[in-house]
């Protein structure tokens, strides 16, 4: 059974950094590009970044510069390290598995079959 367990989220002071967690299980994690993406009330899921199963990484202008994704496929994760967090940063973020192996399409969340429940992020003094 494929699962993707996102963690690490929380309430964060604005200007301040975390690092998100998506643990995967059911299949072999190097075969596939992973995803991260961001939901806020009202709004529609927004796509972030993408890290292929050769490490190349993509991210959507707002998040360049400020968060990073890795993988440790050893680990079966991949993280999302996020910092100098704005308040516009506050969502539900979602790992999800990426159709193939490198990040065509990488925001749009047709490109994805799997998904992890959320990880709720609030960025507020």
């Keep these: ?3 993707l367990v996102e963690s690490g989220g929380g309430l964060v002071q604005p200007g301040g950094s975390l690092r998100l967690s998506c643990q995967a299980s059911g299949f072999t994690l190097a075969g ?3 995803g991260w993406f ?3 009330p009202g709004k529609q899921r927004e796509g972030l970044s993408c890290i292929s199963k050769n490490d190349e990484t993509f991210y959507v202008g707002s998040v ?3 968060f990073t ?3 440790d496929n ?3 994760t991949v993280y999302l390290q ?3 967090l704005k308040s516009e940063d506050t969502a ?3 790992c999800a598995r990426h159709r193939y192996s490198y990040c065509t399409s990488y925001g749009s969340v047709s490109t994805y079959d799997f998904w992890g429940q959320g990880t709720q992020v609030t960025v507020s003094s």
């Design 92 to 94: 539900v973020y979602y």
């Design 82 to 84: 996020m910092n100098s």
């Design 74 to 76: 050893g680990k079966g």
């Design 69 to 71: 994704i890795s993988r």
């Design 38 to 40: 961001r939901q806020a």
């Design 1 to 3: 059974q494929v699962q």
């Design 64 to 66: 360049m510069g400020r």
């Design 32 to 34: 596939y590009a992973i």
